[in-house]
């Protein structure tokens, strides 16, 4: 049962346009929600997050909307650049009590074209 | 600051071999992970760690061990190695007070088990 979705395996944009990337969820019990980048062979690196009590957080170029109601959030990047071409990961965070555990979801590859 | 260090960065293994997977950081980070990524599922979780001599079991822990006898290191032992964990292999950290959700991870080791 995969509890963090990407639907999008990959998606296409024009340097200077908005990259939208999506991500669903189905437990109502995460309490924070991060996105990751990811380039070959490394590891990932975070991006933003956003925890469940909030609607939108915004860092310079990425904002991220959280839509409880519909267990969904996104990404939004603008305007996209070249070097934002990789793969994105959506992760949602349980606290167990003693630590706060990551679900992934598989990933979405941006590519940014010129 | 090094960050996550991990080695090796490639290895090949035959079937019913055993090896350990280092993982290192330098942050004083309680809170230690090792997560595989296989294609198409994402990251998964295997065993983490809230502290020196605290281990528990993640999402797929089945056919590999952890320990955490200091604070810096988290090592992912292999038992007996079979082709089902040919994979990437990352190990990340974070702090359990302050920005508990952000992971920092490793550079990630390339397995692949013949």
């Known amino acids: 049962d995969q509890q963090v979705k990407q639907n999008s395996p990959s998606l296409s944009v024009q340097e200077g346009r908005i990259s939208i990337l999506n991500c669903d969820y189905t437990?109502?019990?995460?309490?924070?929600f991060l996105w990751y980048k990811k380039y070959p062979a490394e590891g990932p690196t975070f991006l933003i997050s956003i925890s469940s009590i909030k609607d939108k957080n915004e860092d310079g170029r990425f904002t991220v909307f959280l839509n409880k109601s519909a267990k969904h959030l996104s990404l939004h990047i603008v305007p996209s650049q070249p070097g934002d071409s990789a793969v994105y990961f959506c992760?949602?965070?349980?606290?167990?009590?003693?630590?706060?555990?990551?679900?992934f979801g598989t990933g979405t590859r941006l590519q940014v074209t010129l | 600051n090094a960050g996550v260090t991990q080695t090796p960065k490639f290895q090949v293994l035959k079937t019913g071999q055993s090896m350990t997977l280092q993982c290192a950081q330098d942050?004083?980070?309680?809170?230690m992970s090792w997560y595989r990524q296989d294609p198409g599922m994402g990251l998964r979780l295997i065993h983490y760690?809230?502290?020196?001599?605290?281990?528990d079991q993640g999402e797929v822990p089945n056919g590999y061990n952890v320990s955490r006898s200091t604070t810096e290191d988290f090592p992912l032992r292999l038992l007996s190695a079979a082709p089902s964990q040919t994979s990437v292999y990352f190990c990340a950290s974070s702090p359990l007070v302050g920005a508990v959700h952000t992971q920092y991870f490793g550079p990630g080791t390339r397995l692949t088990v013949l």
């Open positions: 437990n109502s019990m995460f309490d924070y």
């Open positions: 942050m004083n980070h309680e809170y």
């Open positions: 760690s809230v502290g020196a001599g605290i281990t």
């Open positions: 992760a949602a965070s349980l606290n167990t009590g003693t630590a706060s555990k990551l679900t």
